[in-house]
């Protein structure tokens, strides 16, 4: 677990300064869909990544930016890509990397909309959908030493709030050559950094506890570089992009994020004493 003080001030700040323009103390909204340089060679340098920039809003923007890098930074990752959804950062993420004849393990209590792209989509894409028994490790682990290009996992779970022991099941992953992708919405990253457990990919529904107030949707995933630059790409081109009003939305939520996961733990806490 990291240093709570540190925590709470990264839900505060962490990522917003080099977006903040003009004096402003808050991550201005930009809903500018394009952005212009002075000469086409600018221009050039920063749509081929040689130069810090944006280009286009379907592919970046420097509220949606601002967002992005404050759960980089409270999940310590190395990088992030967001979405228009939870929905959307989950089914992008597992169509960047699953082909027609690959396998995925994941568990049967994972979130409604995730199951049905397990028992609905994926089958008719020939992938083949292993779901285990939620909190049976020794399933799990002997479906992922089958083969598998992704273990899928989600925990605590929503509705059923089951449990999945991360580093066992990292261990397992790993040693079968297969990525291990986390659903952290319901833990947050206030109460589990899945990344320091050797997890590759963490995905939020940013709509639920990272948001908080119920006024904004969007989604993210973190990770390794390499695994982000790729999901990116598939998002830019194929267009669940986040939407700047919602990423400030979103990000004006997070600044309570510790305050309130902190005062949710108690009163769950008391709840259990009664
Ligand atoms: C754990 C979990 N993952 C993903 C989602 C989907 O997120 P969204 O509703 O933002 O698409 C939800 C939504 O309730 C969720 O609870």
């Known amino acids: 677990m990291m240093n709570e003080k540190k925590l709470g001030t990264q839900a505060l700040w962490a990522g917003e300064k080099d977006q903040l323009v003009h004096g402003a103390t808050q991550v201005p909204v930009v809903h500018s869909v394009s952005f212009g340089y002075d000469d086409m060679d600018e221009w050039f340098e920063v749509a081929t990544g040689q130069k810090e920039g944006h280009i286009y809003g379907r592919n970046t923007n420097p509220t949606v930016q601002a967002f992005e890098d404050k759960v980089k930074i409270l999940e310590g990752a190395e990088a992030a890509t967001s979405f228009s959804t939870g929905m959307a950062a989950i089914s992008n993420t597992l169509a960047t990397f699953l082909y027609p004849g690959d396998r995925i393990v994941s568990i049967k209590d994972t979130y409604g909309g995730t199951n049905k792209i397990f028992t609905e989509f994926l089958p008719k894409q020939q992938i083949h959908v292993e779901l285990c028994d939620t909190g049976d490790h020794a399933a799990i682990e ?44 319901f833990a947050t990253p206030i109460n589990q950094n899945p990344i320091e457990l050797g997890v590759d990919l963490v995905i939020h529904s940013a709509t639920k506890f990272l948001g908080g107030h119920a006024d904004a949707l969007g989604g993210v995933v973190c990770g390794r570089e390499d695994l982000v630059e790729q999901i990116y790409h598939y998002r830019e081109i194929n267009g669940a992009t986040l939407d700047p009003m919602a990423a400030y939305l979103l990000l004006r939520g997070m600044k309570t994020l510790h305050l309130r996961i902190e005062r949710q733990n108690y009163n769950a806490q008391k709840l259990l004493s009664i």
């Open 142 to 185: 002997k479906e992922v030493e089958k083969g598998c290009k992704v273990l899928y996992l989600e925990t605590p779970t929503n509705p059923t709030v089951k449990i999945t022991d991360i580093e066992r099941m990292v261990k397992a992953g790993r040693a079968a050559g297969a990525l291990v992708i986390i659903d952290n919405t």
